[in-house]
C-alpha cells in the first residue's frame, strides 16, 4: 500500500493542484487528556522527509511548530524531499496565554497578540510559499454562559479579522488567502465560529474591501461532531465560492474529536463528497487532518496518510466513474432512495 519513496498520490483529471496534503502535527506521540506520550517526539522538520515517503505533496504547520526563524530551514528541508509548504497556521490554542480566547479573550492585549501572531502567520506562509492561511476557532469560545459577552465577542471577530485581511491585502496583494475552520466544542464546551454557516454569517460581515480574501476550512470530523452533515457543509461553502481549503479525516459517530483515516467510517458520504468536489472542479489541495493513533508504533506512525491517502485515491477514481446521467435521471423520477442504492453500487458493485 505505501507508495515507493518519491511516489506521490495524485487525483486523477482532478482540477488544479492534483497531490495531497498533511500536518506535521498529524504525526505526533500519541497522547491524549487521558495519557502522555507513547512514542518518542519526531522533531518537527524530520516529519517532512516522512510526510514526503507517505506519497505526500504538501505539508502544513502551525507558527508554534515552524516559528518564523525556521522559515528558511524549513524550506529547505521540504525542498530537499520534494515537498512544499500549502497551509500555514497561527496557533490559538497551545500557549497558556490563550487558554480563555485569542481574539475573543476579554483582555485587550491577548486579543492584540492574537492579531499580531495572525500577521506574522501570513509573512511566514508568503515566505515559505503557502497560499493559504488557517484559522481555526481553537480556544475561541466560552465553558460558561455569561463568561463572556456574545455580542462583544462578534465584534473582537470582526475586529480582529478585519485588521488581519488589511494587512494581509495590503502587504501581499491576492497572494495569501485565509481561511477559517469551524468546529463546534473541544476544547471549549462550547466555541464560536462552530458551523460552516456561522463562518460565513461572519464572513459576510467583514469589510468588503478584503472579504475576498476570507473563506472556509470545513473538516469532515468537525460538522459531524456538531451533529451535521459534512457533504452539505463543503456545498454551501463550494455555493458560497468560499470552499478555499478542506481537512478530510474521519469521526465514529458524535462525540469527542478523533481525526481517524479519511474513507473509514463514511465511506458512501465520502464518493458523495468527491462527486461533489469533482462537479464543482474545486481546485485547491485537498489535505488530510488526521491523528497517529495511540497504539501504533513509531515505525509505523505514516499509516494513518497511506490508509487516507489510498482510500482517498480509489474513491476518487469511483467517484470520477459515477454516471451523471444516471444521477440526474434518478432525481428526475423522484427515486431518492435509488440514488443511495446506486452510490452502493459504484462503491461495492462489480
Ligand atoms: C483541531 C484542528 C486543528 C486545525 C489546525 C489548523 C490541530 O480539531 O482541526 O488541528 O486544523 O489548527 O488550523
Ligand atoms: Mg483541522
Known sequence: MTPPMEQKYMLRSKKGQTGLGAGVWNLGVGSDPFGGPVRESIAILDRLPLLAEAGMTYYEAHDSEIPAEQVEEAKARAAACGISCGMYTPSYFASPIFKDGAMTSNAPEIRKLATENGKKAIDSAAALGASTVVFWNGREGFDFVLSKNGRDVIQRLLEGFNQIGQYAKEKHGDKVRLAIEPKPNEPRANMYLATVGEVLYLI????????????????????RIAGLDYVWDVELCLEAGKLFHIHLNSQDSQRYDQDLP??????????????VLQDAGYPGIIAFDVKAPRPDEQKDIADVLTVSAQNLVWLWDKALAVDRGVLQSLRDQKRNTAIAGYLAQCLYGR
Open 204 to 223: 459576510s460581515r467583514l469589510d468588503p474591501a478584503h472579504q475576498h480574501l476570507f473563506g472556509v476550512n470545513p473538516e469532515t470530523a468537525h460538522s
Open 262 to 275: 479519511f474513507g473509514y467510517t463514511e465511506p458512501l458520504k465520502d464518493l458523495a463528497l468527491l462527486v
